[in-house]
């Protein structure tokens, strides 16, 4: 068993306000995996404090990029070095299936390289060339730290979304309080013993496991400069709201109903071996799956028996089987929220392929749901409208290509999306004409050195690369 019972403040483990500790449960049979203490508004405070002084008069603003580049490359080879023990915590506590966790360590190493190459790259000070050559000034242009983060993530996939905001924050010279959700405190905890042995300055990192009230605490600070969240759009909007008030920068990662859209001409085979990375991956719990399938009314039952198969093929089971495709939900009322939107689809009319409410035969110890896949599915449903964040597929039928687009566009979100075809032009030529921030064609993943991010409630702002190291900086103009 795993125990923290320190709060991580300004870079030394430190007494918390409260000794309680809260204890993780493991998703898959309920068992205690570990205990931790979490921050309340005290412990905040404290970290604010240490982290105001130390951006206000500390060395690490004005540190030279090159040295903070060389300490942010030692955070990536430390967690590097001890991808086999981060992979085995989250999937002890968030019960995500093992393949997933340790298949998605290579890609946080690409994640902050592409961080890396950005700040290398950076003219983090430059003398503009005046455009009129009469000028009798010039101008030097200067990209400087905004001064206190508060970084906000949510539990479903704890490291990524740390290190997106972390490495580029503190690239940048800011300091930052990390605000972890409870159930991840944990890999947290470990993240925080990478953090201590890198050679960052006293007072710049702050690691904080705590519930909603004392993150609305943290966000609210007067004392924070912005606010970089990831998690739900209802969330997102109360943190802008905040934002707004105060003035503050800030950025939001949210949610999606993202689309994948199967052309007429898209091979079925190469479709179904990607779907289950694309749809549902984690457990069906991120953001970027492609929950709305959306086929061509001619091809529509065929498409419907293709995913049937696939979805009943996958195993469910224990997180740590390596055979295991999908895990349990992180918690019960995960779990019951998922079942309810399962009863909700079947109200609502849609056809029930495979799964159902029913939670899956030898599993009912723990937190575990039945894939389910929905066809005759119009798009104006709540299953087709809402993120269920669970393994639950919504497949609709399209007339035609503009069909496909409208439906493509009706949603709120607009996060990632997915297009197959066998012509990868034609596929571009659809990608370009959907409003989401990521589209993938043929099941291609995620890239990091390009923008993330969402349109219209699936966020404001960009992570990863140089745009998402951007989001951390300030401009400065200096006329001489």
């Known amino acids: 068993m795993i125990t923290y019972d320190k709060l991580f403040i300004g870079g030394t483990w430190t007494e918390p306000s409260s ?46 990029p090159a040295e903070r580049i060389a300490v942010l490359r030692r955070v990536n080879a430390l967690r590097e070095a001890h991808a086999e023990q981060i992979a085995a915590v989250i999937t002890a506590e968030n019960g995500s299936a093992g393949w997933f966790t340790r298949a998605g360590q290579p890609s946080l190493t690409r994640q902050a390289n592409a961080y890396l190459k950005a700040a290398e790259d950076l003219a983090w000070e430059e003398t503009l060339t005046p455009t009129d050559p009469a000028a009798t000034v010039r101008s030097v242009v200067r990209r400087e730290a905004i001064g206190v983060v508060a970084a906000v993530i949510p539990w479903n996939s704890p490291f990524s979304a740390a290190l997106a905001k972390i490495i580029p924050a503190l690239l940048a010279g800011n300091t930052v309080i990390l605000k972890v959700s409870p159930e991840n405190s944990l890999s947290m905890g470990l993240l925080a013993d990478l953090l201590a042995e890198c050679g960052l300055p006293a007072g710049t990192i702050s690691v904080l496991p705590a519930d909603r009230e004392t993150s609305e605490h943290l966000v609210s600070h007067p004392d924070v400069d912005k606010i970089a969240f990831t998690g739900s759009t209802g969330a997102g909007r109360r943190i802008a709201s905040i934002a707004g008030q105060q003035l503050k920068r800030v950025s939001l990662e949210l949610g999606g109903k993202s689309a994948a859209i199967v052309l007429p001409d898209a091979d079925l085979a190469k479709f179904t071996a990607g779907l289950a990375f694309s749809c549902l991956l984690n457990n069906g719990e991120a953001c970027i799956a492609q929950t709305r399938i959306l086929a061509p009314r001619r091809r529509y039952e065929e498409v419907v028996a293709a995913v049937k198969q696939v979805v009943e093929s996958l195993k469910v089971g224990d997180p740590q089987d390596p055979d295991t495709f999908i895990g349990p939900m992180i918690r019960r009322d995960q779990q019951q929220r998922v079942r309810d939107y399962i009863e909700i689809g079947i109200k609502e009319g849609a056809r029930l392929v495979t799964g159902g409410p029913q939670v899956p035969v030898g599993l009912e110890q723990g937190y575990y749901v039945t894939p389910t896949v929905f066809a005759d599915v119009d798009n104006t449903m709540r299953i087709a409208q809402e993120e269920i964040f669970g393994p639950v597929l919504a497949v609709i039928a399209y007339e035609d290509e ?22 990868e032009q034609h596929a571009l030529a659809i990608a370009r004409r959907i409003r989401t921030g990521t589209v993938t064609i043929n099941g291609a993943p995620v890239g990091f050195d390009g923008p993330f991010g969402g349109f219209k409630a699936s966020g404001l702002g960009r992570e990863y690369g140089f745009a998402g190291l951007n989001t951390y900086l300030e401009y400065k103009t200096v006329t001489i």
């Open 19 to 64: 000794p309680d500790l809260l204890d993780i449960l493991s998703p898959h049979d309920e068992s205690l995996v570990g205990r931790a203490a979490q921050a309340r508004p005290a412990d905040v405070d404290r970290a604010v404090a240490v982290a105001r002084a130390a951006f206000d008069e500390g060395t690490w603003p004005n540190t030279p």
């Open 402 to 423: 503009d069909d496909a687009v409208r439906i493509a566009n009706d949603s709120e979100y607009g996060l990632s999306g997915g297009v197959w075809s066998a012509d």
